[in-house]
């Protein structure tokens, strides 16, 4: 008979169950326990940043602020160093054994302002040059002067320089223009390349058509021609007497037998459309090489040993060691290439014409606004050189893509932001406080760490004003009165104002008959102070909230009055190019709120004075630039200075006249936490 209890021992005492079953039965529960624990608690801090950038200064503090953890990411190093040494990077210097120097290069081409995903190969290339002592060149590749400007070549160039990165030399492809041209006369004597005079659609159906695959592939009537006879035709394109796209000089690789369509008679000389002239080199060519004939050629010419590149280039891997063997013996080195994965950005767009399509709609002010992902965007919103390089190094480097959402990046910088900047008191949208009981001379100086528990010697403290009038944010006070989930200034419910000893309380207040808004509070300053309020004392409540606060004082040239920028992101999805109707109906119309009138303490003068922030590795001498004042605002988010502002008015005007030109705008480079509706990455 079967046993009617199932959890009843057999007579010998052992159970039923191994005691390895019951053992690991029990440390899966306690596993999925403390998963569920996490994942709640997950979610509870994921609730708690869920207010958007806009609005984090209206987070309720149940107490007074507490100190931050330390960063993890570390500020006198830099953190690239690490992945240098370990990975596919350290398996990759391996790989490709050098001789007494490790040589790399970036190669851009000059026809439009880097982006984020720059920024990788930047850090990749010139990182791994410096970790292994070697030298890397920033070589722009300018093969294409009907798309090159000079505001390129010089906007590359000042992004390297600002990322912390010194090039070992400045080159052009355009430098060897005539030894490209002698090595290509080369190949045809060696029966290496021909001139093709077929159309683009002959050539394309010769590959195969599209894909390869509509047809068998076949050779080109001219491949076969006496290299003599190419040789002629080439100097005829170089002089001039063939129109665009009626003559080319292909490289004779592995047509028919090659299965990678790199090695389909690539192209090597082209005749440009139009005859824009080079912006070095001027009207002296009519042919310019390719990319594939230039890059690998150029790489051999300035002795690269570590032709780092994206893996898109990866099947081009066998044309590049094709071409370098062809002509080793008229080359100094042999280069290795190598693949890593590129970094894709989700939830923007990184394409230079559709950037170009939003300045040109005026969506975006420029290229370099602080919505977009382009460097020089993200430079003016803030962001400083040493979270971007750690930022790289928080992604690591292998040879798998690597797609994620912009929140990871404003992760990154927070963590690189929390304790390196100092805080200041900022007000983005004010109401007007009048502390009634308090005489209308009042003034009590108050001692404010730049950062509390930081050196002393590195941000130090100042002394704020504080007087019968100060603003508050409108935020932060609720004219309806007081609730169970509302724990800031509200008629009858008391708040604290940090650092101030006594708190406050809301009596009445006043609102403009148009709008509805909150013209002005008046409030009882309480007493006594804070320290001695007991939480049970009859009538009378410890505040659950403590807010910042700016003071009206003239004497003290307080408040400060500021722009305030803040940012949301440009699209409403992470895949704007999916949008039935085009990237440009993705827009998010909400991207961006300017608070045109806040006020802002006058500790702010000496920040801007001990800029730049933070102190890191790359730090050197006084701030040139106003994006290298950075501060927390409490309990808003982290800022910047825009370009736009005036900081220093003429000095040959009046001071009063030098007062009214002086102009602050703020962008803010990321909130506090992380907004819950973005995602995670």
Not at 164 to 187: M, N, V, W
Not at 317 to 325: N, P
Not at 385 to 414: H, M, N, W, Y
Not at 552 to 569: M, N, Q, T, W, Y
């Amino acid at each position: 008979m079967a046993d009617s209890n199932p959890t009843a021992e057999p007579p010998n005492g052992e159970s039923k169950v191994s005691k390895n079953a019951l053992a690991k039965a029990a440390k899966k529960a306690e596993k999925e326990k403390k998963k569920a624990e996490h994942q709640a608690k997950a979610a509870a801090e994921k609730a708690a940043g869920a207010q958007s950038a806009g609005n984090a200064q209206t987070k309720d503090l149940p107490t007074r602020p507490k100190q931050d953890v330390a960063p993890a990411i570390s500020l006198d190093h830099d953190p690239m160093d690490e992945t240098f040494k370990v990975g596919w990077l350290a398996e990759t210097y391996k790989i490709a054994p050098v001789g007494p120097q490790v040589t790399t290069r970036f190669p851009p081409e000059p026809n439009g302002y880097l982006h984020v995903g720059h920024a990788k190969a930047i850090a990749v290339n010139f990182g791994f040059a410096k970790f292994y002592g070697g030298k890397c060149y920033l070589r722009y590749d300018d093969t294409n002067p009907e798309k090159e400007e000079e505001q390129y070549f010089t906007s590359i160039r000042e992004t390297v320089e600002w990322l912390g990165y010194k090039p070992y030399d400045i080159t052009h492809s355009s430098d060897r223009f005539d030894r490209l041209y002698q090595l290509a006369e080369i190949l045809i004597e060696r029966g290496g390349a021909y001139v093709c005079h077929c159309t683009q659609a002959e050539i394309q159906k010769q590959k195969g058509g599209k894909e390869g695959k509509e047809n068998p592939r076949y050779a080109c009537t001219h491949r076969d021609r006496p290299s003599s006879e190419s040789l002629h035709e080439f100097r005829r394109m170089r002089d001039g007497h063939y129109a665009p796209k009626t003559a080319v000089l292909r490289m004779k690789q592995d047509l028919l037998g090659s299965g990678n369509p790199y090695m389909w008679d690539m192209p090597a000389y082209r005749i440009p459309d139009n005859a824009t002239p080079h912006h070095k080199t001027g009207s002296t060519w009519r042919i310019y090489p390719t990319y594939d004939f230039t890059h690998c050629l150029c790489d051999a010419m300035e002795s690269i040993s570590h032709s780092l590149c994206t893996v898109e280039f990866r099947t081009a891997r066998e044309s590049y060691d094709w071409l370098v063997d062809r002509l080793k013996n008229e080359l100094p080195a042999v280069p290795q290439q190598r693949e890593y994965g590129r970094l894709n950005v989700t939830g923007t767009v990184l394409s230079k014409r559709k950037i170009l399509e939003l300045v040109n709609n005026k969506i975006v002010r420029g290229w370099d606004d602080p919505r977009l992902y382009t460097i020089i965007a993200l430079r003016r919103r803030g962001i400083p050189p040493g979270a971007i390089r750690a930022f790289v190094a928080d992604l690591g480097v292998s040879d798998s893509l690597s797609t994620i959402q912009t929140v990871r990046l404003e992760t990154v910088v927070r963590k690189y932001l929390e304790r390196s900047i100092p805080r200041l008191f900022l007000i983005p949208d004010p109401v007007k406080i009048v502390l009634t009981n308090l005489p209308e001379n009042h003034l009590d100086m108050v001692s404010v760490d730049f950062l509390k528990g930081s050196d002393p010697a590195t941000f130090g403290s100042h002394q704020l004003p504080f007087t019968r009038v100060v603003y508050v944010d409108r935020s932060d006070f609720r004219a309806a009165g007081a609730s169970a989930d509302f724990f800031r200034l509200a008629v009858g419910q008391p708040v604290g104002l940090l650092h101030v000893p006594h708190p406050i309380v809301a009596d009445s207040f006043d609102t403009d008959a148009t709008t509805g808004n909150v013209t002005e509070v008046r409030a009882t300053y309480l007493d006594p102070p804070i320290s001695a309020w007991d939480e049970k004392a009859k009538g009378k409540l410890k505040p659950k909230a403590f807010i910042q606060w700016v003071a009206d004082s003239p004497a003290h040239k307080s408040p400060l009055k500021a722009e305030v920028r803040i940012f949301h992101p440009l699209f409403k999805s992470l895949n704007p190019d999916a949008h039935p109707d085009g990237y440009l109906q993705d827009i998010n119309p909400k991207s961006e709120e300017i608070f045109p009138n806040a006020c802002l303490e006058v500790g702010f003068h000496e920040i801007a004075r001990r800029a730049p922030w933070p102190k890191d590795f790359l730090t050197a001498g006084k701030a040139q630039n106003p994006w290298e004042i950075r501060f927390q605002g409490v309990r808003v988010a982290y800022f910047a200075v825009d370009s736009d502002s005036i900081l220093e008015p003429d000095r040959a005007l009046a001071e009063d006249e030098r007062e009214r030109q002086q102009k602050i705008v703020l962008n803010q480079i990321v909130a506090l936490k992380e907004d819950a509706g973005k995602g995670s990455s």
